[in-house]
Nanobody, 128 residues
Framework: DVQLQASGGGLVQAGGSLRLSCAASGHKLDDYAIAWFRQAPGKEREGVSCITSSEGLTYYEDSVKGRFTISSDNAKNTVYLQMNSLKPEDTAVYYC?????????????????????WGQGTLVTVSS
């Protein structure tokens, strides 16, 4: 099994930055696609970004393109989500998830039903 530990959330003003971390244990990252999802109050969970370190493939949802950057550090078995130019609408609980690798699984974003493992959420609050 893979255990995921998400961290890095907090309160930030609009225009600010945060970096979320998703530390994986139990298996190396190359074996999985790692994705970030978020759920805002009263809304459904949505995919934000996805990465397969073995392919070097990344995906971003349209509303975060150019502002968020996903990356992986295989030595630390950790995936990061650097979030810049944050907006109040980015306020949500952010979750990382892992799915067994298959080619191009991240190309159009990771479908929730394909996620095998989930980390606990980390709350991001962006004030206006």
């Amino acid at each position: 099994d893979v255990q995921l530990q998400a961290s890095g959330g907090g309160l930030v003003q609009a225009g600010g930055s945060l970096r979320l971390s998703c530390a994986a244990s139990g298996h190396k990252l190359d074996d999985y696609a790692i994705a970030w999802f978020r759920q805002a109050p009263g809304k459904e969970r949505e995919g934000v970004s996805c990465i397969t370190s073995s392919e070097g493939l990344t995906y971003y949802e349209d509303s975060v393109k150019g502002r968020f950057t996903i990356s992986s550090d295989n030595a630390k078995n950790t995936v990061y989500l650097q979030m810049n130019s944050l907006k109040p609408e980015d306020t949500a609980v952010y979750y990382c998830a892992a799915a067994t690798f298959s080619p191009f699984i991240c190309m159009y974003g990771l479908e929730e039903r394909r996620a095998n493992y989930w980390g606990q959420g980390t709350l991001v609050t962006v004030s206006s």
